[in-house]
């Protein structure tokens, strides 16, 4: 069974703030992926990867920044936090690109007050 | 550029009445794969059903859709909800076209079964 780990679970912090989310996929997998789910916007990519150290712009990057360190871990990085990003924050992996399953993890409710 | 829209936002019906979820698309590529995932509530979104041949049913967990490039539709259908089929659900598409950038998703349906 695939793995996709996210950290942390929730997050309340400040506008203005500094939050890094984490996440860990033991698949083996080369493609991971950040989205955010909001209410009649449904899930929208922020930034993914190919690989350890790639790093691509996907359609809401605004305000993040994204790091792969490894094949294992992505971050997602908020380094000045707007209540407009309070949001569920998704993390995937993928084997590949088209027609592969997207694998997600458990989520991290993110809150800017 | 591509695009999916699912037109109910909110879908409620009776236990045991079958449902209908809408799913259209829009591509140039004449090759998609089109995709269901399913969000359980406090639970990480998951696959459903998946497929890229034209006019083929497929099936899984009792939901069932069928892909028709005629009509870029892709719509979810169950003969007799259950109350456990309280969810989330995305159509998602992914063009080869667009490399790893994976898919793209529609807003959303949410569907809430009562007894």
């Known amino acids: 069974e695939a793995a996709v780990t996210q950290s942390p679970r929730n997050k309340v912090t400040v506008t203005g703030g500094n939050v890094t989310l984490s996440c860990r996929q033991t698949?083996?997998?080369?493609?991971m992926y950040w989205y955010r789910q909001d209410t009649g916007h449904g899930l929208r990519l922020i930034h993914y990867?190919?690989?350890?150290?790639?790093?691509q712009i996907g359609d809401v990057p605004d305000g993040y920044k994204a790091t792969r360190t490894t094949q294992e871990d992505f971050f997602l990085l908020l380094e000045l936090a707007s209540p407009s990003q309070t949001s569920l924050y998704f993390c995937?992996?993928?084997?590949?690109?088209?027609?592969?399953?997207?694998?997600f993890g458990e989520g991290s409710r993110l809150i800017v007050v | 550029g591509d695009s999916v829209t699912q037109t109910e936002g909110l879908v409620t019906l009776t236990e045991g009445l079958p449902v209908m979820l809408n799913c259209t698309y829009q591509?140039?590529?004449?090759?998609?794969?089109l995709f269901w995932y399913v969000h359980y509530l406090n639970e990480s979104p998951r696959l459903l059903l998946k497929?890229?041949?034209?006019?083929k049913r497929t099936e899984h967990q009792g939901f069932h859709a069928t892909l028709h490039k005629s009509s870029s539709s892709f719509h979810l259908q169950k003969s007799s909800a259950q109350l456990s089929d309280s969810a989330l659900y995305y159509c998602a598409l992914s063009d080869p076209h667009q490399g790893g950038r994976a898919l793209i998703f529609g807003t959303g349906t949410t569907v809430s079964v009562s007894p």
């Open positions: 497929s890229s041949t034209d006019n």
């Open positions: 591509t140039i590529y004449s090759n998609p794969f």
């Open positions: 995937a992996s993928s084997g590949g690109p088209s027609g592969n399953t997207l694998y």
């Open positions: 698949n083996s997998h080369n493609y």
């Open positions: 990867s190919y690989g350890a150290g790639n790093l």
